[in-house]
C-alpha cells in the first residue's frame, strides 16, 4: 500500500469515528488535547472608592437586608437586587419579586406581618426581577398585575411557571402605573412622572439602598448631561476634521478604519462607535465622581447604551444624516 493511499485509509476512518462519535466524546478529545492555551495575566482595574452609605447596609445571615420606610412600607435587598412590599389593612402588596431574593422574600415578610400576600404588581417582563413571583401563591389567590406591554411580552414567552400571567393588565389608567419605559424618551419621561409624586423613597430594582427625592433628580439630571453630551459628539462628528482640531470628526475616523480594513465593510462604524462612546464616558465620568457611586465602573456602558437611542430615538444622527449630494 502506497504511503497515499494509507494516509487517506486513516483519514477515511478517522472520519467515520468522528461522525459516529457522541457528542460528548468530540467535546472531551477537544480539551484533552496536547494544546493548552495560555491565558495571558491582566492587571486588576481599580475604581473610585465607594462609601458606606452608598455601599449599603450588612446582609443578615439569610443574606438579604430590610429597612422599613414607614406607613407600612418595607425595603429588602440582596446586595445586587431591590423589592418593596406594602403592608395594608389586611393584606400585604408586593412590587416585583428578583429571582436571586426567592424565598427571602416571604422570609422578609413573616418577619413583620402574618397577613396573606393578595396582590404582586410586576414592574417589567425581565425574569431576573419576577421569576419568584410563584413562591408568592397562585392564579387563585393573588392579583397579579402589570402594564399590558409587560402581558404581551410574558405572553410571548409562556413562562407560567415562574411568571405566573396577570390577571390585571392596563395601559396608562390604572391606580399604580408601574408601565415600564423601554424606549430612551420614556426613560426621560419616567424621573419627571416620578417627581410629580409626594414621595420620601424610592425603591429602585437594582443596587442595595432605598433612594429619596434627591437621588431621583440626581439621576435625572446625570441622564440629561449624559444626552447633552452624546449629542454634541455626534453633531461634532458629522463636522471636517480641519487638520486635526476636530478629533471626533467621522470623516477621519472612519477614513484611517476604512483604509486599514479595505475587505471589512463592518470594522469603520464599530470603531467610529466605540471612539465616539469612550470620549462621552471621559467627558462625563469625572463630572459627576463626587455625586454618583461606581460611576466610573459603569460610566463607559451608560455612554454605550445612552449613544444609540439619541440617534435613532431622537434623529441625531450626526455623520449619518440624510444623503442630500
Same mark, same amino acid.
Given at each position: 500500500?502506497? $504511503?497515499?493511499? /494509507? /494516509?487517506?485509509?486513516?483519514?477515511?476512518?478517522?472520519?467515520?469515528?468522528?461522525?459516529?462519535?457522541?457528542?460528548?466524546?468530540?467535546?472531551?478529545?477537544?480539551?484533552?488535547?496536547?494544546?493548552?492555551?495560555?491565558?495571558?495575566?491582566?492587571?486588576?482595574?481599580? @475604581?473610585?472608592?465607594?462609601?458606606?452609605?452608598?455601599?449599603?447596609?450588612?446582609?443578615?445571615?439569610?443574606? @438579604?437586608?430590610?429597612?422599613?420606610?414607614?406607613?407600612?412600607?418595607?425595603?429588602?435587598?440582596? &446586595?445586587?437586587?431591590?423589592?418593596?412590599?406594602?403592608?395594608?389593612?389586611?393584606?400585604?402588596?408586593?412590587?416585583?419579586?428578583?429571582?436571586?431574593?426567592?424565598?427571602?422574600?416571604?422570609?422578609?415578610?413573616?418577619?413583620?406581618?402574618?397577613?396573606?400576600?393578595?396582590?404582586?404588581?410586576?414592574?417589567?417582563?425581565?425574569?431576573?426581577?419576577?421569576?419568584?413571583?410563584?413562591?408568592?401563591?397562585?392564579?387563585?389567590?393573588?392579583?397579579?398585575?402589570?402594564?399590558?406591554?409587560?402581558?404581551?411580552? $410574558?405572553?410571548?414567552? &409562556?413562562? #407560567?411557571?415562574?411568571?405566573? #400571567?396577570?390577571?390585571?393588565?392596563?395601559?396608562?389608567?390604572?391606580?399604580?402605573?408601574?408601565?415600564?419605559?423601554?424606549?430612551?424618551?420614556?426613560?426621560?419621561?419616567?424621573?419627571?412622572?416620578?417627581?410629580?409624586?409626594?414621595?420620601?423613597?424610592?425603591?429602585?430594582?437594582?443596587?442595595?439602598?432605598?433612594?429619596?427625592?434627591?437621588?431621583?433628580?440626581?439621576?435625572?439630571?446625570?441622564?440629561?448631561?449624559?444626552?447633552?453630551?452624546?449629542?454634541?459628539?455626534?453633531?461634532?462628528?458629522?463636522?471636517?476634521?480641519?487638520?486635526?482640531?476636530?478629533? /471626533?470628526?467621522?470623516?477621519?475616523?472612519?477614513?484611517?478604519?476604512?483604509?486599514?480594513?479595505?475587505?471589512?465593510?463592518?470594522?469603520?462604524?464599530?470603531?467610529?462607535?466605540?471612539?465616539?462612546?469612550?470620549?462621552?464616558?471621559?467627558?462625563?465620568?469625572?463630572?459627576?465622581?463626587?455625586?454618583?457611586?461606581?460611576?466610573?465602573?459603569?460610566?463607559?456602558?451608560?455612554?454605550?447604551?445612552?449613544?444609540?437611542?439619541?440617534?435613532?430615538?431622537?434623529?441625531?444622527?450626526?455623520?449619518?444624516?440624510?444623503?442630500?449630494?
Amino acid at each position: 500500500m502506497s $504511503l497515499r493511499k /494509507l /494516509l487517506t485509509s486513516i483519514a477515511y476512518a478517522l472520519a467515520i469515528a468522528k461522525a459516529t462519535a457522541s457528542p460528548t466524546a468530540l467535546l472531551s478529545a477537544s480539551v484533552t488535547g496536547a494544546y493548552t492555551p495560555t491565558i495571558e495575566p491582566q492587571s486588576t482595574p481599580t @475604581y473610585y472608592p465607594v462609601s458606606e452609605q452608598q455601599a449599603g447596609s450588612q446582609l443578615n445571615n439569610d443574606e @438579604y437586608y430590610m429597612q422599613s420606610l414607614g406607613n407600612g412600607g418595607y425595603f429588602v435587598t440582596d &446586595g445586587g437586587y431591590n423589592h418593596f412590599f406594602l403592608v395594608a389593612c389586611h393584606s400585604v402588596i408586593v412590587v416585583d419579586a428578583p429571582a436571586t431574593l426567592g424565598i427571602n422574600i416571604l422570609k422578609a415578610i413573616r418577619s413583620v406581618t402574618d397577613l396573606p400576600v393578595s396582590h404582586v404588581v410586576y414592574s417589567h417582563h425581565h425574569a431576573d426581577h419576577i421569576s419568584a413571583a410563584y413562591l408568592l401563591g397562585t392564579l387563585d389567590n393573588v392579583t397579579f398585575i402589570a402594564q399590558k406591554e409587560t402581558a404581551t411580552k $410574558l405572553a410571548a414567552i &409562556g413562562d #407560567y411557571g415562574h411568571r405566573l #400571567y396577570p390577571t390585571i393588565t392596563f395601559e396608562d389608567s390604572y391606580t399604580l402605573n408601574l408601565g415600564e419605559a423601554e424606549d430612551l424618551p420614556g426613560y426621560i419621561k419616567a424621573h419627571e412622572q416620578v417627581m410629580l409624586y409626594d414621595f420620601e423613597y424610592f425603591v429602585g430594582g437594582h443596587v442595595n439602598v432605598p433612594g429619596n427625592r434627591t437621588d431621583v433628580q440626581i439621576a435625572k439630571e446625570y441622564v440629561l448631561d449624559l444626552f447633552e453630551t452624546c449629542k454634541y459628539a455626534l453633531l461634532e462628528a458629522a463636522k471636517p476634521y480641519n487638520n486635526g482640531s476636530n478629533e /471626533l470628526s467621522a470623516e477621519f475616523l472612519l477614513g484611517l478604519v476604512t483604509a486599514a480594513n479595505p475587505s471589512n465593510p463592518w470594522a469603520p462604524q464599530a470603531y467610529f462607535e466605540k471612539v465616539i462612546t469612550e470620549w462621552v464616558a471621559n467627558v462625563t465620568i469625572p463630572r459627576w465622581d463626587d455625586r454618583l457611586a461606581a460611576i466610573d465602573v459603569y460610566g463607559l456602558s451608560n455612554s454605550e447604551t445612552m449613544l444609540e437611542p439619541v440617534k435613532i430615538d431622537y434623529g441625531i444622527l450626526g455623520s449619518f444624516g440624510v444623503k442630500l449630494d
